[in-house]
């Protein structure tokens, strides 16, 4: 079975601090796929980024990272100088390949960024 | 291209209606699927189909759950009655047809809160 555990109910930040959102998984299958997923207080899931379990290459994108590690089967997800617009509800989601694949999610960190 | 598109986006029914809740896919995609959150369960896969054949149904809670997919570019979640343990937000997602051994992220719709009186 699948699992996906993000220990991190909620973060509170001032603007300006960076902040790592936690995420560990658990899976039987050697190929996989991981996702993060912004949801703002808007109500949609909005996509991050994907990397599949071959890639364990650290991916930057602006103020944002991603530091996958199989030995530890985490994907962490850092905001660099969070702003208040950054403020939302974050979900990493794990799943196999094949077919369509059922996505796994946590139960998601909520982040609060304050001026 | 519009995106994902569910409607209604709220909706307030009483205790044993019927309730249907409408999606439609963005254009080209194969893959449709209905997830359900709530406060105490988050995110699950209630069921999805591929080219508009229901593929995996497990996570669809009870037989009150139906979904349907007549086209490729529609689908239908409906609850029969409904029940206040219902209420919750739910979010269908498409995704394109697949390549093997890849993955193609799922685009969510905007999703409808349901609320059962």
């Known amino acids: 079975a699948q699992k996906v555990t993000q220990a991190q109910t909620e973060i509170s930040v001032v603007e300006k601090e960076d902040v790592t959102l936690d995420c560990v998984y658990e899976t039987r299958d050697t190929t996989y796929y991981l996702f993060w997923y912004k949801q703002p207080p808007s109500g949609e899931l909005v996509f991050l980024i994907r990397?599949?379990?071959?890639?364990?290459q650290n991916e930057i994108s602006g103020r944002y990272s991603w530091n996958f590690q199989k030995s530890t089967s985490s994907f962490n997800f850092t905001i660099t100088a969070s702003q208040v617009v950054d403020s939302a509800v974050y979900f990493c989601?794990?799943?196999?390949?094949?077919?369509?694949?059922?996505?796994?999610f946590g139960t998601g960190t909520r982040l609060q960024v304050t001026l | 291209d519009a995106g994902v598109i569910q409607s209604p986006r709220h909706e307030v029914t009483e205790m044993g209606q019927e309730v249907t809740l409408r999606c439609k896919p963005i254009?080209?995609?194969?893959?449709l699927f209905w997830y359900r959150q709530t406060m105490m369960r988050g995110l699950e896969l209630l069921i999805y189909?591929?080219?508009?054949?229901?593929?995996?149904d497990s996570g669809m809670p009870e037989d009150r759950f139906s979904a349907k997919m007549p086209n490729a570019s529609f689908s239908t979640l409906k609850i029969q009655p409904s029940e206040p343990r219902d209420s919750a937000v739910y979010f269908c997602?498409?995704?394109?047809?697949?390549?093997?051994?890849?993955?193609?992220?799922?685009?969510f719709g905007p999703g409808t809160r349901l609320t059962v009186l």
């Open positions: 997602a498409s995704s394109p047809s697949l390549a093997i051994n890849s993955y193609n992220e799922q685009f």
């Open positions: 990397r599949n379990s071959f890639d364990e």
């Open positions: 989601a794990l799943s196999n390949t094949g077919t369509a694949s059922k996505l796994t």
């Open positions: 189909f591929n080219n508009n054949v229901p593929i995996d």
């Open positions: 254009s080209g995609h194969d893959y």
